[in-house]
């Protein structure tokens, strides 16, 4: 009888191998299968902590945030009010200031008109003491009496700010001054007042009435 022996490297030799190859696949699927499970628990738990699964979400690159409706009207609304405020407090500042100078121009200039009517009296006055008249008006207290409501006069023109405005001599000045004439003389230089025909009077800083005048040539 004859023996028949087993080659080296035949198809018996072949089996562990096939089989440990088997074994080390399936082992290599349970665990990737157990590794996709862990992640997906770990997901499931940042999903479930309230806002950890909507910031990590928010940051993950190239997801921008956008304001919701609410944010964007009470933003709208916060500008708005702001704006009206500060349009409010430069009107206010506007009228405060507006309401200051005219009160400060009625108080310096609040007794412009009595000052304007008193002066056609003042002149008056003054021609009458030129001009004495006949010997009943060169008596003394009829002369004195009159100087003294002239001095009156000037003294509550010059307590309400209203001054006489001197002319003669000075150069002529326009702003104050209304020149009706033009006249050739020596004792004045040229574009000087030579002769005040009417008195000029200022209330405080304002001309109220320019003088009249005649100007040397």
């Given amino acids: 009888m004859t023996t028949i022996k087993a080659k080296p490297g035949g198809a018996q030799s072949k089996r562990p191998t096939q089989a440990f190859v088997k074994k080390g696949a399936a082992e290599s699927e349970k665990e990737a299968r157990r590794a996709s499970g862990g992640r997906k628990e770990a997901d499931k738990a940042a999903e479930e902590r309230p806002g950890k699964g909507e910031a990590a979400r928010a940051a993950e690159p190239g997801k921008a945030t956008e304001p919701g409706p609410q944010t964007v009207e ?20 506007n009228y405060k200031r507006r309401v200051e100078k005219e009160k400060s121009e009625v108080y310096a200039y609040a007794n412009e008109k009595i000052a304007v009517d008193l002066l056609g009296v003042l002149d008056n006055f003054e021609r009458a003491l030129q001009d004495q008249g006949g010997a009943e008006a060169q008596e003394e ?18 307590k309400n700010g209203v001054a006489e405005i001197q002319s003669l001599g000075e150069e002529f000045d326009p702003a104050i001054h209304n020149a009706v004439m033009m006249e050739e003389t020596d004792a004045y230089e040229s574009g ?22 005649k100007v040397a040539q």
Avoid: H
Avoid at 74 to 93: G, P, S, V
């Fill in 141 to 158: 207290g009829f002369v004195k009496g009159m100087g003294l409501i002239f001095k009156q006069l000037q003294d509550i023109l010059l």
């Fill in 192 to 213: 000087r007042v030579s002769a005040v025909l009417n008195k000029g009077y200022r209330l405080k800083d304002r001309v109220i009435r320019p003088a009249m005048v």
């Fill in 74 to 93: 009470r933003t709208a609304r916060d500008e708005d009010a702001n704006a009206r405020y500060m349009r409010l407090a430069a009107d206010f500042q």
